[in-house]
């Protein structure tokens, strides 16, 4: 059985929105057209800068990062091992078209295009990210909770995580032909993590589509957790009962773990989790319990002591 995690609970605005998705995707039958989404499905004219957002701040007064800092400092390890310069070396990786596979314990296994996805009802959410190097950001993403289309493919009873891959193409991704990481880039939830409503698949940022940089066209956003559980370009989710391996685990098993929640009082072995330094502005802030969403999030970890942070 899975368990149905109070926060799972759905309004009936969402389900109508729902029901209206499982028929355009003609996995129930009937005839009623979508409503537009409202993101940009195209890429931004060379030199466009960001569009206006709803808020210039997170909801606890947080200013946003700039635009110019979050698609130019970048961590995309498929690419490079450093953060600047990304957006020149992703400017030619190709994310049209592009499919994500939903596969393992679910009802029936599926293939989306890239444009069925942009037909969830897209919304947007400011965002603190915080990256296990002790750097952060506040980003205003859009995208659709996870849970929508997780439960639009009926998860068998037996499943109990969610693997998520990037894809695998040394050609296009160079930094792939490093043989020192076990690629592809793989990372995992537990499924009442991922059925989360903050837990987002991300198309766009700063209401333009996702640059390459930032893991386009489609990339996973988990804000309680370190950056790296974020996975970027996704081309497969796949149900599973057992726990997935992800690549940081393979990686550096004594130093990155599957569950990662931000916590300030369990440091790196190499390095203090106390504070953080947030991109594009000079002071070092304090890191909050679960990134500051502990309300949200700490009933999905009952034996905290344990699970808060894994090496
Ligand atoms: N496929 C893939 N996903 C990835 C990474 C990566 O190297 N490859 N880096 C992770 C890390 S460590 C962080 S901090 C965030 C950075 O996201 P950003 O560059 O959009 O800020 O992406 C995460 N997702
Ligand atoms: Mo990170």
């Not at 679910?106 to 444009?115: A, D, I, K, L, Y």
């Not at 690629?183 to 991922?194: C, I, K, Q, S």
């Not at 940081?248 to 300030?264: I, R, S």
Request: charged fraction near 20%; proline fraction near 7%.
């Amino acid at each position: 059985m899975i368990k149905i995690h109070s926060s799972e609970i759905t309004p009936e605005h969402v389900y109508l929105s729902r029901r209206q998705f499982l028929q355009g995707m003609g996995l129930v039958a009937g005839h009623a057209l979508l409503t537009a989404c409202g993101a940009r499905t195209s890429p931004p004219p060379a030199g466009d800068s960001a569009l206006p957002t709803s808020s210039a701040t997170d909801e606890l007064g947080n200013a946003l990062t700039p635009f110019d800092a979050v698609t130019g400092y970048n961590n995309f390890y498929e690419f490079t091992l450093r953060k600047e310069g990304v957006a020149r070396l992703t400017k030619d990786f190709v994310t049209e078209p592009w499919t994500v596979t939903v596969d393992g314990l679910v009802s029936q296994p599926r293939t989306f295009g890239m444009e069925e996805l942009l037909k969830f009802t897209q919304e947007e959410r400011v965002y603190r990210m915080r990256c296990v190097e002790a750097w952060a950001m506040v980003i205003p993403w859009q995208g659709f909770p996870l849970a929508q289309l997780l439960k639009a493919m009926e998860p068998l009873s037996s499943a109990r995580y969610v693997q998520f891959e990037t894809l695998y193409d040394p050609e296009s991704m160079p930094g792939q032909k490093d043989k020192s990481f076990p690629w592809p880039y793989v990372e995992g939830l537990r499924l009442d993590e991922a059925l989360h409503d903050l837990t987002l698949l991300s198309t766009g940022l700063y209401g333009q589509t996702l640059l390459p940089q930032n893991g386009a066209p489609l990339r996973l956003v988990v804000p309680w957790k370190y950056g790296f559980k974020s996975i970027k370009s996704i081309v497969k989710i796949t149900l599973t009962e057992a726990q997935p391996t992800t690549l940081w685990m393979a990686a550096g098993p004594t130093e990155y773990g599957f569950w990662a929640n931000v916590n300030p009082k369990v440091d790196h072995p190499r390095w203090s989790q106390a504070t953080e330094r947030r991109i594009g502005e000079n002071k070092r802030v304090e890191t909050l319990f679960f990134n500051g969403y502990a309300d949200e999030v700490a009933d999905l970890y009952p034996d905290l002591d344990k699970r808060s942070w894994y090496y």
